[in-house]
């Protein structure tokens, strides 16, 4: 027998792998289950995810080269409860990670997977480089070294080992502290026009209509888009990056842009896996563009703020740099202020 939790967080892995997000597929696959195969199915998949450099090299220690994705995952999973997880008996630990391996096809390595969990223990290992002790790609390491000094970056790589909080705003909704500060900076009054930009789901929305203000949301999704509906403003579905079909200019305007949520890495762990260096040149263009067409749209004495939750000096300083103007900045960072990593500048005319 596999329990429903660990049936869940094995295809989830999958799926992820695939280029899903663990986070919304949990919210799906999840929302059958009791609380308690809920949490461990999200404990287990958030944990492999975020130990994966561990993960792995644990099991190259014992496979001479790398198995097939299924028997990753169920050693990834089955050593993850062994290693970091308390009150997981190892029989289940063991024994679903192999029957898993069954399941998937692979029968003939269950043998394997079997012995090689039942040698995995919680003594101290000496991991073979910073990179692995700190399960983040070596190379997001060097540039965040460069960027905020290695004692930063290790605190920083060292909090985004641990689970995220999560918090709730006023509006009601589930909403990341660092993520509920960003429309303050906005310094919203009553009768005032606001434009968000890239607003779906809706969480800084709807935290700026508390204000009083008249609010147009827009967005290049209209699926997303339609989460907002029940809020008191109006939807456009429209790409941000090209001219605006709108004649008037806005008081408050705010561009929490498309980013590569490396400031996230705690709740969205995967990230650190599938990014590259490449796309960072792309977001730039995209943010830079979007910046641009918001600036003419923004009143004179107006204010505008834009946000990440980035930590890339591409995506944060030399975005504003390359629109031109005099910025206040402020960001916040995973391990040193409470909640995700965001980058915020505020610009008035």
């Known amino acids: ?54 993960l792995d090299d644990l099991i190259a220690r014992r496979v001479p080269r790398a198995p097939d994705l299924e028997i990753r995952i169920a050693l990834r999973m089955g050593i993850y409860q062994l290693r970091y997880l308390d009150r997981i008996p190892p029989h289940a630990a063991v024994g679903e990670s192999v029957e898993l391996v069954k399941r998937a096809h692979k029968a003939s390595a269950a043998g394997l997977v079997n012995a090689i969990l039942r040698k995995t223990d919680r003594k101290p290992i000496a991991w073979p480089n910073r990179a692995t002790e700190l399960s983040m790609p070596g190379w997001i390491l060097e540039r965040w070294d460069r960027q905020f000094g290695r004692e930063t970056t290790n ?30 900076f906005l310094d919203l009054h009553p009768g005032q026009t606001f434009l968000d930009l890239c607003a779906a789901p809706g969480n800084k929305t709807s935290q700026a209509i508390e204000y009083g203000i008249r609010a147009v949301a827009c967005d290049i999704h209209l699926n997303r888009l339609k989460q907002m509906r029940n ?7 429209l790409d941000g990056t090209l001219p605006l079909p ?91 202020q409470p909640g995700d990593g965001f980058f915020i500048a505020v610009y008035s005319p």
């Open 1 to 54: 027998m596999v329990s429903p939790a660990r049936q869940v967080a094995f295809d989830v892995l999958q799926q992820v792998h695939q280029g899903g997000y663990a986070s919304d597929l949990l919210l799906r696959r999840t929302a059958q289950l009791d609380s308690r195969d809920a949490g461990l199915a999200s404990e287990i998949v958030f944990g492999c995810l975020r130990y994966q450099a561990q």
């Open 155 to 184: 605190k920083i790589a060292t909090t985004f080992l641990q689970p995220a909080e999560t918090n709730i705003a006023s509006t009601g909704r589930i909403q990341d502290i660092g993520a509920q500060s960003i429309v303050p």
């Open 231 to 237: 809020l008191a403003c109006s939807l456009v579905v």
């Open 246 to 336: 709108f004649r008037a200019k806005f008081d408050r305007i705010l561009v929490d842009a498309p980013c590569s949520g490396t400031g996230t890495l705690g709740r969205n762990p995967e990230i650190r896996w599938r990014l590259r260096a490449s796309d960072l040149i792309d977001l730039h263009a995209k943010q830079v563009a979007l910046l641009r067409q918001a600036l003419e749209h923004l009143c004179s004495g107006g204010r505008l703020v834009y946000s990440t939750c980035s930590l890339e000096k591409e995506e944060n300083e030399d975005v504003i740099e390359d629109c031109g103007g005099v910025w206040q900045t402020t960001q916040r960072l995973p391990g040193f």
